[in-house]
């Protein structure tokens, strides 16, 4: 069992439309969650990273939120945009001293933002 | 601007041939970077772990006579596809840690195979 579960697995929304991406993760010991941006055919591009102490983090328009006692984060799209159209993954690494390369990948969520 | 490079960005083969695709850090060593192969509408999944100046870490399930890891340099790492089949078609992705004690992973734009 994916120890990452994003979802819903696929949204549709409207230009200008608000959406938030959930992410539940069972990964433990956790060191810190990240969410991509990738867009089709290209690699995943960062949007945040949040470690343990750290319940929002934004960049632009997007807000991430993550909750380390329930294990669960959402990224929050505002005023969406047809380039917002992409898959969100997110990823949880496993601390410890090779926290860096201990990732644990969602599926994604597709996102489609219609005119 | 890109921080870790791909290439090629496509390519294709026919069956039998082997492939190899490199993936650079532009302004930064990486004595670590990561390949991913990615499957239409699936997830990245972790092949294996290059190592500057030793052996690449494989995951399990992946085969490391068929999938050639070189970390030639501290700015280069190799993943050659050899004896490439139809199977080995896929989405092939680096990355790399930039920075001593970050933990951001920078992804290439990764590379479109094709075997025929």
């Known amino acids: 069992k994916n120890q990452v579960e994003q979802s819903p697995q696929s949204l549709i929304i409207l230009e200008g439309k608000n959406c938030t991406l959930q992410?539940?993760?069972?990964?433990?010991?956790?060191?810190?969650l990240r969410w991509y941006k990738q867009d089709t055919g290209r690699g995943p591009v960062s949007l945040t990273i949040?470690?343990?102490?750290?319940n929002t983090k934004s960049n632009g328009r997007y807000t991430a939120t993550l909750d380390a006692d329930t294990k669960q984060s959402s990224l929050h799209i505002t005023a969406s945009q047809l380039s917002d159209s992409a898959s969100y993954i997110c990823v949880v690494s496993a601390g410890g001293p090779d926290g860096n390369n201990d990732m644990r990948f969602g599926a994604g969520t597709r996102l489609t933002v219609k005119p | 601007g890109a921080v870790v490079s791909q290439h090629p960005s496509r390519v294709i083969c026919k069956s039998g041939t082997s492939v190899k695709i490199e993936c650079r850090s532009l302004d930064f060593q990486a004595t670590t970077m990561f390949w991913y192969r990615q499957f239409p509408k699936q997830s990245l999944m972790l092949m294996a772990t290059?190592?500057?100046?030793?052996?690449?870490?494989?995951e399990q399930g992946v085969e490391k006579d068929k999938f050639l890891i070189n970390h030639a340099s501290l700015t280069l790492s190799t993943l050659t596809v050899t004896s490439a089949h139809p199977e080995d078609s896929s989405f092939y992705i680096c990355?790399?840690?930039?920075?001593?004690?970050?933990?951001?992973?920078?992804f290439g734009p990764g590379t479109r195979l094709t075997v025929l």
């Open positions: 992410c539940n993760y069972t990964v433990s010991p956790f060191s810190n």
């Open positions: 290059s190592n500057e100046g030793s052996k690449a870490t494989y």
């Open positions: 990355s790399a840690p930039k920075g001593l004690g970050t933990d951001t992973q920078y």
């Open positions: 949040m470690t343990f102490s750290e």
